[in-house]
């Protein structure tokens, strides 16, 4: 694979490129046997202490019983998202230096936009803002968009995250 194409997983603000992240485990092993190569096992691989490891240890085997093709399929569905984040990518920076004046957004212009919420979700993820205080927001801004001009108020309104406050005015 590409490197511009293998699987990658986001980590600190960098993509670490993971060629191997889509081949099964027993793949791997059977061509380090096939090649006369050492396989060496970290402990903790065993051990159901961290969370990805109770996915590996205990979830997928499970869910590798009932459906024998989780791990491909699985695979496969992770590539297809790749590709959908790809175009939500191309959509938030292809609308966001029509919606910004400055450091601020015009409210009338992102609403203007398709996928609104997504575009200002993009905007406001870097704020650590709660999914429950977006959802209050976006209901504000559906109200607004949706109601006779002057009959929903959201000027002066302030919604908190954890490292701002952000107002509408």
Known sequence: TAPQTAPSVPHKGMKIIRPLLTIERKEIEKWMRENGKEWREDRTNAESIYKRNILRNEVFPILSRVNPSFIRTIG???????????????????????????????????????????????????????????????????????EPRGTVTICGKAFETPTSVISIK
């Open 76 to 146: 496969e569905d992770i590539e297809r998202f790749k590709l959908v984040d790809d175009i939500a990518e191309d959509y938030f920076r292809e609308n966001l230096a029509g919606i910004q004046t400055g450091g601020s957004f015009g409210v009338d212009s992102i609403l203007a936009l398709t996928h609104w919420k997504y575009v200002l979700w993009r905007i406001l993820e870097e704020t650590g803002i709660s999914y429950p205080t977006f959802g209050k927001l976006t209901a504000l801004l559906d109200r607004y968009r949706g």
